[in-house]
């Protein structure tokens, strides 16, 4: 049996997987200029129009397509991903779907800047006048292929990244949204922005340990570990490129 063959102690496993996942938090994808800019003051509206429409592009798939891929080519977590797929997309209820809530405070908050109702075209996710950035487009598509690799360690692991990091953003969006509490008013603000409780809350953070558990399942050696760790950081790669690209069309300074 080859070293990378022999089989790994699974505590060791757990605690390494577990620690790949937190290194999110010191990750370029989420440690950027963007979220500088986005928590110290308020953007122009053409800011806030390419800002969401290239949000919108990269959440342009199914918001249950990160579940899906992991369901079609894992049996052992499949209870778990069933879950998952019906939290993400609400229990059926398209009104609450969590891509639709962050994009119907988008709407909302671009219809008040600009003074008038969006049209169909603008709805969500912009002016068609924002361009959707290289890294943008990527992301969208890189991204799909990695969560839909044909070796599910490569897939789990851009799920793995794709669901710690969806959730460390969550707070910096929410606080850097309430800098437009004025054109909303509190009350109205927290309604146009429901999206945080629904993922901030325990189902989430029971996703969180999903991914974990599910993750480290599938790694029993070396080489299971490597696959795993390709896909993680390769979605990283790509989130972060999406976030240095946006932030420095939105006038950023280079890092």
Request: hydrophobic share 45%; charged share 25%.
């Amino acid at each position: 049996m080859t070293a990378a063959a022999t089989p790994l102690d699974a505590p060791a496993v757990e605690k390494h997987v577990h620690d790949l996942a937190e290194s999110v938090y010191r990750h370029p994808a989420l440690d950027n200029a963007f979220w500088d800019l986005w928590l110290s003051a308020e953007l122009p509206v053409r800011s806030l129009d390419m800002v969401a429409r290239n949000l919108h592009a990269q959440m342009s798939s199914p918001a249950d397509r990160p579940a899906l891929a992991a369901l079609r080519r894992s049996m052992a977590s499949r209870p778990e991903t069933v879950w998952d797929i019906t939290d993400d997309i609400a229990g059926g209820d398209p009104t609450k779907a969590h891509n639709d809530l962050l994009m119907a405070f988008f709407s909302a908050l671009l219809a008040r800047l600009h003074g008038r109702e969006l049209d169909h075209g603008e709805r969500g996710f912009g002016s068609a006048d924002s361009p959707v950035l290289p890294a943008t487009r990527r992301l969208a598509e890189q991204g799909s292929a990695l969560l839909d690799d044909a070796d599910v360690r490569v897939g789990r692991g851009a799920l793995l990244a794709h669901k710690w990091h969806a959730y460390a953003q969550l707070m910096p969006l929410y606080e850097g949204a309430r800098g437009y509490l004025h054109h909303f008013g509190l009350g109205e603000l927290h309604e146009r922005f429901d999206f945080l409780p629904l993922n901030a809350g325990t189902p989430e953070k029971v996703d969180k340990l999903y991914a974990l558990s599910t993750s480290a399942a599938l790694c029993r050696t070396k080489e299971d570990l490597g696959a795993l760790e390709h896909g993680f950081h390769n979605y990283l790669g790509l989130l972060a490129d999406f976030w240095r690209e946006l932030a420095t069309a939105l006038g950023a300074p280079a890092p």
